[in-house]
């Protein structure tokens, strides 16, 4: 130790500089104790929550309560469900947040470090019947209860690291040894995301008595569109590593291929060993794919390229039996694919057609298609473009004025733009507002809004601010 921190020491423990310092320092320590309290107090009071053995549902918003204990039940019947069929029983309360935070409903489910699922309160976007439900909070609850069964269920060998290790293992990038403990205490948390979200929507069809994506009318249609293209069906090496980066629709390509994979294997083999696979009960192999290999008997690769025939033969008797019947003539526009296209209007004046589009490589915008020759020219960028239907569009004719919604993923805008000029301004901020009709005569515009989970026909006059 040098003089002058010897010096220091003995000043602090001479008695009056001894006493100064420990009340300065019990002063901080009480101060921080009260803030600490304090904000304690002010986030619990941000909380409203509802407690059942198995469920802790957290909300923020009086207003919601009003769907709180239809949702409360909703967990319950699902947990009862999955925890019959899977045998699964929580290894600690779940956490479901009740959100008001998007003006479509979603959910949203992890398992670590703790298990919790988040619900969006606000209506499905059903827009292309891609979306088949019966009840959302029903459906949401189903669903996301399936990700929390299959990645948190433990056997044996879990339950005895996840002791070891006081809980489960959370990977971080600064540390990649940490994903060795998170193998050792939830082995099936790496599955991929066709494997999750395929068991999942399976999952939520079956308790919806087949009303479900896995049974719905649009995955039935990409495939079917796939075989009469022949495009290209990505193997399970291939849609991990390719398939849902160059999907545009960003990730529906795992939620499709994992879908309709595991509604072959149980067509084929039967839904009990489907669920055989993707339960991790005692005796079960850890990882997803070894597991598939002691229930069938085959590797996962063999299975997919099994399925891949079968889906080629399905599609094309369906193909067959479409072409026994004549189909309504067209005539393309343009030989370019457009991605996802909202509702179009045609200006007679002008030979166009506007839409908002959105595909790859390009900001989703609303473009004017001349329907002669099939030139696109741009109008405007949509900032937060939805994924199927890009935006809600109207269109004023006499004043060449396109209405058009932004944020379409959160709380949306309402926009306008004129198509000469391509002059746009926002007319109305969080207004919650799509399915956008505009009415000529007293010039109008109309729209359904949601908000705190109702949906309200709303009329805004002219000037719309």
């Known amino acids: 130790m040098s ?19 420990m009340k300065a320092k019990l002063a901080f320590i009480a101060t921080v104790i009260c803030i600490v309290l304090a904000s304690a107090k002010l986030l619990w009071a941000q909380f409203y929550a509802l407690e059942t053995k198995d469920l802790e549902l957290l909300y923020y918003n009086k207003a919601h309560e009003y769907v709180v204990p239809h949702l409360a039940r909703c967990f319950e019947n699902a947990y009862r469900f999955h925890h019959k069929i899977f045998h699964y029983t929580p290894s600690e309360k779940i956490t479901v947040l009740l ?18 699922i988040s619900v969006g309160i606000s209506p499905f976007n059903y827009v292309y019947e891609t979306m088949t439900a019966n009840e959302r909070m029903n459906t949401i609850m189903n669903h996301e209860l399936v990700h929390i069964v299959t990645l948190d269920q433990a056997a044996g060998r879990d339950r005895v690291f996840r002791s070891l290790f006081f809980g489960k293992g959370y990977p971080t990038a600064e540390n990649p040894l940490s994903m060795f403990y998170l193998y050792l205490t939830s082995p099936r948390w790496g599955s991929p995301r066709w494997y999750t979200e395929g068991i ?10 087949g009303l479900g994506r896995a049974l719905g009318a649009y995955d039935e249609m990409v495939f079917r569109t796939m ?33 309709r994979f595991m509604s072959y294997m149980a067509y084929r083999y039967g839904p009990e060993k489907l669920i055989q696979w993707t339960s991790r009960r005692h005796g079960s192999r850890p990882y997803f794919s070894s597991q598939f290999k002691k229930v069938y008997g085959l590797s996962l690769n063999e299975a997919w390229a099994q399925w891949i025939r079968w889906e080629h033969d399905w599609q094309r008797a369906n193909l067959d039996s479409i072409r026994t019947s004549p ?11 457009l991605g996802s296209v909202s509702r179009a209007f045609y200006d007679k004046k002008r030979g166009q057609l506007y839409a908002a589009i959105r595909y790859p490589g390009q900001v989703a915008h609303i473009a004017a298609l001349d329907v002669k020759t099939g030139r696109i020219r741009k109008i405007c960028d949509v900032k937060g473009a939805a994924l199927f239907y890009v ?19 959160g709380w949306r805008d309402l926009n306008a733009v004129d198509v000469v000029t391509k002059k746009s301004r926002r007319l109305m901020k969080d207004c919650r507002t799509g399915d956008l009709a505009f009415n000529p005569v007293d010039k109008s515009l109309w729209g359904v809004r949601h908000y705190l989970g109702i949906s309200t026909l709303v009329r805004i006059p002219y000037p719309y601010t």
């Open 200 to 209: 999942a929507v399976f999952m939520e069809t079956w308790m919806a008595g």
């Open 391 to 409: 935006t809600s569009l109207a269109y004023d004719e006499s004043t060449n004025t396109l209405f058009y919604t932004t944020d379409n993923n």
């Open 3 to 21: 003089s002058q921190s010897g010096r220091h020491l003995l000043l602090l423990f001479h008695k009056p500089n001894f006493h100064l310092a």
């Open 99 to 116: 959100q008001d935070f998007g003006d479509f409903a979603g959910g949203g489910a992890g398992t670590l470090p703790y298990n919790q």
């Open 227 to 259: 075989v009469r293209d022949s495009s290209y069906f990505y193997d399970i090496v291939g849609l991990e590593s390719e398939g849902t980066k160059v999907d545009f629709q960003v990730g529906a390509n795992s939620y499709l291929y994992g879908t």
């Open 327 to 337: 189909t309504t003539p067209f005539r393309p526009i343009t030989d370019r694919a």
